[in-house]
């Protein structure tokens, strides 16, 4: 799956010379914790709620306390400059792995030098979830396999009971064990791992 598959390219975006204030609330208005920020079609910035609350300023209000921006503040005075950026053609993981490295909230697609669209945590984590067979009835099983053991003949065991596998995934390898999770279409992987058991695998559990 690629990033054009899932960005969003219906954006909200503010120009360098924005209020402060208005860009708040922008944010607030749609909901939203990033706003690129364009100027003459082009990314130049990417400005985050958390850029915002750090800029405002104590204050106090009829109902007590407040909070204000600076007077005559903009955006480009906070904003992040030159943000990491992905293409619409980056695999969706390559997104993900540049999110998790560098602690980021969302990247900004370009295409062309002009902005495309939006990819963020959350888009990557429902395409994870879905990807996973999560949201489905399902139940997992796990398994350790060891040297002279395949995956090839569990999932070929699988089949032949009728047992629709959503998804596999792998833990990282220790000592040469290899622990596989098999997401089932199936409320109840019991009678699987039982089976499984009694071909000689060792089954860590089920979920």
């Known amino acids: 799956m690629l ?3 899932c960005m969003k390219s219906s954006l909200v975006t503010v120009t360098p010379k924005m209020s402060l204030g208005k860009a708040f609330a922008l944010l607030q208005e749609h909901s939203i914790r990033h706003l690129p920020v364009v100027k003459g079609g082009k990314l130049v910035g990417l400005l985050g709620d958390r850029n915002l609350r750090l800029a405002m300023l104590p204050g106090r209000g009829r109902s007590g306390h407040s909070y204000r921006f600076p007077k005559d503040a903009t955006v480009e005075q906070v904003m992040v400059p030159d943000p990491i950026t992905v293409t619409p053609f980056h695999p969706v993981e390559d997104a993900a792995i540049l999110l998790h490295d560098y602690k980021l909230g969302c990247l900004p697609v370009v295409e062309s030098d002009r902005l495309v669209g939006v990819i963020t945590v959350v888009d990557i984590l429902e395409i994870f979830i879905n990807m996973l067979g999560l949201i489905q009835e399902s139940s ?27 998804s596999v995934s792998i833990s990282k390898p220790e000592a040469g064990a290899r622990v596989y999770h098999l997401r089932l279409g199936t409320s ?14 060792k089954v860590l559990g089920t979920y």
């Open 3 to 5: 990033v054009r598959d």
């Open 188 to 201: 109840d992987a019991r009678p699987m791992a039982a089976a499984l058991q009694k071909r000689g695998y």
């Open 140 to 166: 997992r099983v796990d398994v350790e396999l060891g040297a002279s053991q395949s995956l090839a003949q569990i999932l070929k065991d699988l089949r032949q009971r009728d047992v629709e596998v959503l």
